[in-house]
């Protein structure tokens, strides 16, 4: 009798650490949405404690290696929302990502959506809550944007007017996204912010800087904390309180480990 209760448990205990396993897999492999307020239910990445340790400042952002940083897997690029599909509850792609609102505190606040009558066919632009919207990605593993409002239901919203953000120069991330940068010494020349990396909350911490190339023959990227761009007029450049030779001393940003050099190329 006691060998059979043993026999007994001892299978249920390998059944139940068998579904867990087929659940945790099934999880693992399911589309990831980033939302605002999805933080405690994001799943854990899970990745060796060397590569973990080293994410930059602890955001799980940028994940430092020994001389570049990549971005992070619940990290979000601007570039790659601006322009995405907008895609309704009923699965009809709604319009297009025109532009995202940002807070003071540098948290996207609102998304502005062109609808997909525009360009002279009787469209608006709309602005909708960030909370109302689900960043997530679609089978071609583009960006792609989706929310709880049809086509239909765009059309009751009224328009949006993003040219006062627009004059403020830091309130939209195309206010960031193609501007130039100054850095310390005229003699150092110019870059330009490609990119803004924002955490899974939808805060922007850090700007892309590409700089070099002409001279240097190749482009160089770097990612910087937003707060080091000094605020500026809309018309006029960003300055970055850094030389050419500190610049040079930043770990080279790529955005995945595929993009990233081998061990010896760099």
Do not use: C, W
């Not at 205990?13 to 605002?36: D, H, K, L």
């Not at 990445?45 to 897997?73: F, K, T, W």
């Not at 953000?165 to 100054?182: F, H, N």
């Amino acid at each position: 009798m006691k060998s059979l209760f043993t026999t007994t448990a001892l299978a249920a205990s390998m059944a139940f650490t068998a579904a867990a396993f087929a659940a945790r897999g099934e999880a693992n492999n399911a589309p990831m949405n980033v939302t605002p307020m999805q933080e405690e239910a994001q799943p854990v990445l899970e990745a060796p404690d060397e590569i973990l340790s080293r994410n930059r400042s602890g955001d799980d952002v940028l994940v430092q290696h020994d001389n570049y940083v990549v971005m992070a897997l619940n990290a979000i690029a601007a570039a790659d929302v601006i322009g995405a599909a907008v895609v309704g509850p009923d699965g009809e792609e709604t319009g297009t990502v025109d532009d995202l609102v940002l807070t003071e505190g540098k948290s996207v606040d609102r998304v502005i959506i062109a609808d997909g009558e525009m360009f002279g066919f009787g469209g608006k632009m709309v602005a909708i809550d960030f909370e109302g919207a689900s960043i997530t990605r679609d089978q071609n593993d583009d960006r792609m944007v989706r929310i709880g409002m049809t086509d239909k239901a765009l059309e009751g919203v009224a328009e949006f007017d993003k040219a006062p953000l627009a004059e403020d120069g830091g309130k939209l991330a195309s206010s960031y996204i193609g501007r130039e940068v100054v850095f310390a010494t005229e003699d150092d020349g110019t870059g330009e912010v490609s990119d803004l990396i924002l955490d899974k909350r939808g805060t922007a911490k850090y700007a892309v800087i590409e700089y070099g190339g002409m001279l240097e023959m190749n482009d160089k990227r770097v990612a910087l904390d937003l707060d080091e761009l000094k605020p500026a007029a809309a018309d006029e450049p960003l300055n970055l309180a850094m030389t050419l030779d500190e610049l040079r001393g930043e770990p080279t940003f790529f955005y995945d480990e595929d993009e990233a050099p081998k061990a010896g190329e760099m």
